[in-house]
């Protein structure tokens, strides 16, 4: 693992003392500190020491396996953070390493199927799901045979979701987590970016007996991702979801 690839030529043994044996650890301990867990992950910092022993750092790059985050999975991370300040002063007092200002994030984020059925557990999830199955009522006739089935999922305190990711394309089947037996929506659905913070459906369906029938109340149906999200790229592979763009990491006790 090659932590201090990136810094710049020492300015004096004691700058470049500092840096190799406070900073790496402590920004290593911060991002562990903003997962539940995390695999394998290598940190590169990048900038010289003159800029570093101000408190300021220039680029700070980290690929990541199987870290979670909120209950959600991701399954590899490659991400570069630029213009970072940071409380180096407190670090050297044996203080927490804390964030000063906000800072871009820019990177692909990858999760394969596995990692997106085990998020779907995650509360956060659960919630969506909840409030998407919700909408799908409201355009449905009651007494159609999705009305019903919906009635009967939405009864349940809690939903079973398992997605698959093909070509273009995301499936989800929900049933009742107390009784799986007794009722199951399949819905497809192909998914878009818009505006770099908004999930947008495109042409969703859901299965009867095998056969596809249109969700035309809820085509365009948009999921946003909030204002520190700005994603380029969407794209689904067999069996895995890519996403690429930036995000803006804002602190949420700012030290001055």
């Not at 692909?108 to 557990?121: G, K, P, V």
């Not at 159609?144 to 089947?173: C, F, H, K, Y």
């Amino acid at each position: 693992m090659d932590e201090l690839s990136g810094v710049g030529r020492p300015s004096s043994r004691w700058g470049s003392h500092l840096i190799s044996r406070l900073l790496p650890p402590a920004l290593r301990f911060w991002l562990q500190t903003q997962v539940e867990s995390i695999g394998q992950f290598d940190l590169h910092i990048g900038g010289s020491d003159q800029q570093i022993l101000s408190g300021y750092v220039p680029t700070v790059t980290v690929l990541a396996r199987q870290a979670r985050y909120q209950g959600l999975c991701l399954s590899y991370a490659q991400l570069q953070a630029e213009n970072i300040r940071i409380n180096l002063g407190q670090v050297l007092r044996g203080k927490p390493l804390r964030l000063k200002q906000p800072f871009p994030v820019v990177g692909q984020i990858m999760i394969d199927e596995a990692d997106f059925n085990a998020s779907l557990t995650a509360p956060l999830l659960q919630q969506a799901l909840q409030d998407f199955v919700q909408q799908l009522g409201r355009t449905q006739p009651a007494s159609s045979a999705l009305g019903i089935a919906l009635a009967q999922v939405l009864a349940a305190d809690r939903l079973t979701a398992e997605g698959a990711i093909a070509p273009q394309q995301v499936s989800l089947s929900l049933r009742p987590t107390l009784a799986p037996d007794s009722i199951e929506i399949i819905i497809q659905t192909d998914l878009t970016i818009e505006n770099g913070r908004q999930l947008v459906l495109r042409q969703p369906r859901w299965l009867v007996n095998g056969t596809a029938q249109g969700l035309t109340g809820l085509d365009q149906f948009a999921i946003d991702l909030g204002p520190d999200v700005n994603l380029h790229t969407l794209r689904l592979d067999a069996g895995r979801l890519v996403l690429e763009g930036c995000i803006n990491v804002v602190p949420v006790n700012p030290d001055g």
